[in-house]
C-alpha cells in the first residue's frame, strides 16, 4: 500500500478564530438586494383549488398500500428494480395532487412580475415511465406557462422499450410542443447527460432535475427571483420526500446546510440560528447543494465551464459545481419556499458498473486538484486509492479557474463551510485507536453501522479493502472521550444496564458528551477485547443467529476467540495511559467534548 508521503498541518482553526469567521466573515460575498420592480402573486390559486377537489389514490400525497395478494410478486420485482415502489406508483394519476408545502409566510408573498424563461433538464436512465411521466405532468401543472420556455429529457442510452416509441408517442399526444427529447448515443452517465441537456437548452435559466420528483405548488418563481437580482446566485428548492415503498409525500420543513467531510461524503449539519426558516429570512446560504435539484442562470452555468466534462458517470460532481460557484464569485442559495419532492431510493438490485474503472476515485481526485488547493492532502491521507489514481488532463477546469480570478479553497472553508471545518476537522484529534474494528474469529466481517441512524443495532459486515483507511460505514474510532463512535456521524455504541442477560444487544445511539454509564469503552489490547461498562464488564462478541453473525455482548471470557477484536490502528501509548486522569463523576466538566451536540443545536 503506497502512502503519500509528507503531509503540512497548516489547517487548523482554533476557537476564538472560529467565532471571528462567524461574526465578521460570514458569507458577505452577496448581502441580497430587495427586489427592486413590480411584484406579483404568482401562485395559481384556481389551480391549487381544483387540486384539493381530486380523489382516488395516492392523491394529496397520501400513501398507497397494494393489498391484492396476486400482485405481491409484481410489486416485489418493479421494487427491485427501480429502488421504489413502481407498482404504486401506477396506481397513481399522474397528474396527483400534493400537499400544499408552503408556510403562510411563503403563501403570502409575492415575487417580481417579470422573470426569465426556463429550461427544466430532467435525465434518466433505465426510468420507470409513469414515474417519469409524473414528474412531466407535475411540471406542466404547477409552472406558470410564460415561464417554462422548454422540457428537455435527456434519455442516457436507456434500453427500456417503453422509454422509445411509447414515450415520444405520449408525449406528442398529451404534452405541448416545448418538450424535447435528447437520446444520447452511449450511456453518459448523470454528468454527460446534464451537460447534454444543457447543451440542448435555449431558456434564459436552467432547472435540473431527476427524473422521478413531483414539483410543489408555486415552486419556480422563488428559485427564480434571486437569479433575476443576481445572475451569478444558484437556488435550490427545500427537497421534500417521496417515500420509496408507498409514495406518501413528505414535506421536509426544515432545511439543512450541506458539506463535505473530507472522504468526499456530503453531509449535512444544522441550519445557523438565524437561518431557522421560522425567522424571515427568505434564503439560506448553502455551501454544497444537494445536487439533484438546482437552477442556474445558463450564462453563469457556461461561464464556469459547465460541469467538468472530465467528470465520468456520476460522483463528485454535486462538489465541483458548489466550490466553483462560490470560490468564483457566485452563491448557492436554499430557498425554503420552493419545495419539490423527490424519490429517495430504497433497496434495489445492483445495476452493472458501466465503467470498469474506479470512477469515483478518478472524479473525486480531478476535482481535489482543480478546487480544494492543499486541502487536497487531507482527502488523499485517507485513502491511499488517490496517490494510484490518474486524474486525467485538468487543463480545462484550470484555465476556468485562472480566467474568472477565482478565490482560494482556503476563503471557501474559512468563509463559506466553517462549520464543517470544525465538525471535520481536517487532522482528526488523538484517539485510542481507530479504522476497521474486525472479528478475529470470523476474519472476514468487520463492525458496519449500514449506513443506519440511532436507534439501530450494530451489525457486520464483510469488511472494507483497508482496516486503516475504511468508508463511512466502517470508520469506527474509541476516541479520547473513551466512547466508541462511527467517525463521521454523530453515533456511539451502546448497551443497556448490564444485568445477567445472555447475548444483550448493542445499540447505536447519538454520542453524549461526558455521561460514560452507557457509552464508555476500553479496548484491551492482551485480550484482544471490546469492553464496555466502567464498573462492570461485557465483552462485544459475534454470535450467529439464523446462521447470520450478529454482534452482542457477554460476560467477556478470555477463552472465546468470538470476543477478539482487531482495530485498523491502535494508538499504545495513549492507551497505557487510559486509566490515567479518569473523569470521577458524570457531571465533570473537565470532560473535552469530541463530538458537537449538533442534532439538540437543531
Ligand atoms: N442517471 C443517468 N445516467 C446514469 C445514471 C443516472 O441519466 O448513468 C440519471 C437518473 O435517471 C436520475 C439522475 O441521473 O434521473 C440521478 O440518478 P439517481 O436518481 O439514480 O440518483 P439518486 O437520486 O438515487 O442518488
Ligand atoms: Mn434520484
Known sequence: MKRIGSIEINVHLKDTETKRFNNENKS???????????????????????????????????????????????????????????????????????????????????????????????????????????????I??????????????????????SLKAPLDGYISEHFPPIIKIVRNQKRLGLIGARLAGAKSSTGEVLVFFDSHIEVNYNWLPP??????????????????????????????????????????????????????????????????????????????FWDLGGYDDGLDIWGAEQFELSFKIWMCGGMILDVPCSHVAHIFRGPMDERPSPRDFNFLTRNQKRVAEVWMDEYKQYMYMRDPEYAETDAG?????????????????????????YD????????????????????????????DTMGEREGNRVELYPCAKSLIWPHDNQNWVLSADRVLAAR?????????KHTNERDMPVWMWKCVNGTYNNQFFYYDRK?????????THLCLEVIRENGKPQVVANECISSRRRQRWKFGTVNNTMLDNFFHNMPTNKNNKNISPRYYDYDSAN
Open 223 to 300: 428559485l427564480l427571483e434571486p437569479i433575476t437580482i443576481n445572475s451569478k446566485i444558484c437556488t435550490c428548492p427545500l427537497v421534500d420526500g417521496v417515500a420509496h415503498n408507498d409514495f406518501k409525500y413528505r414535506i421536509h420543513r426544515n432545511g439543512a446546510r450541506g458539506g463535505l467531510n473530507w472522504r468526499f461524503s456530503y453531509k449535512q449539519l444544522p441550519l445557523f440560528p438565524e437561518d431557522k426558516i421560522q425567522s424571515n429570512r427568505c434564503h439560506i446560504e448553502d455551501p454544497v447543494m444537494m445536487g439533484g435539484l438546482f437552477a442556474i442562470s445558463k450564462a453563469f
Open 393 to 417: 488532463n485538468l487543463t480545462r477546469m484550470l484555465a476556468v479557474r485562472e480566467r474568472l480570478k477565482c478565490k482560494s479553497f482556503d476563503w471557501y472553508m474559512k468563509t463559506v463551510a
Open 28 to 138: 458577505k460575498q452577496f448581502t441580497l438586494p430587495i427586489p427592486n420592480g413590480e411584484l406579483k402573486d404568482w401562485a395559481d390559486k384556481e389551480a391549487i383549488q381544483t387540486d384539493r377537489e381530486r380523489f382516488g389514490p395516492g392523491e394529496n400525497g397520501k400513501r398507497v398500500i397494494i393489498k391484492n395478494q396476486a400482485e405481491k410478486d409484481l410489486e416485489k420485482r418493479l421494487y427491485r428494480f427501480n429502488g421504489f415502489n413502481a407498482l404504486v406508483s401506477e396506481k397513481i394519476s399522474v397528474n396527483r395532487s400534493v400537499p400544499d408545502a408552503r408556510s403562510e409566510k411563503c403563501k403570502q408573498r409575492k415575487y417580481l412580475a417579470k422573470l426569465p424563461s426556463v429550461s427544466v433538464i430532467l435525465i434518466f436512465y433505465e426510468e420507470h415511465f409513469h414515474t417519469l411521466l409524473r414528474s412531466i405532468h407535475s
Open 488 to 496: 463521521h456521524e454523530n453515533l456511539c455504541l451502546n448497551i443497556g
Open 140 to 161: 406542466i401543472n404547477r409552472t406558470p406557462k410564460e415561464l417554462l420556455h422548454q422540457i428537455v429529457l435527456v434519455d442516457d442510452y436507456s434500453s427500456k422499450e
Open 527 to 535: 485480550h484482544n477485547w471490546l469492553v464496555h461498562g466502567q464498573h
Open 420 to 447: 464543517f471545518l470544525i465538525k471535520y476537522p481536517p487532522i482528526d484529534p488523538p484517539s485510542y485507536a481507530n479504522g476497521a474494528i474486525q472479528s478475529l474469529k470470523y476474519m472476514q466481517y468487520c463492525l
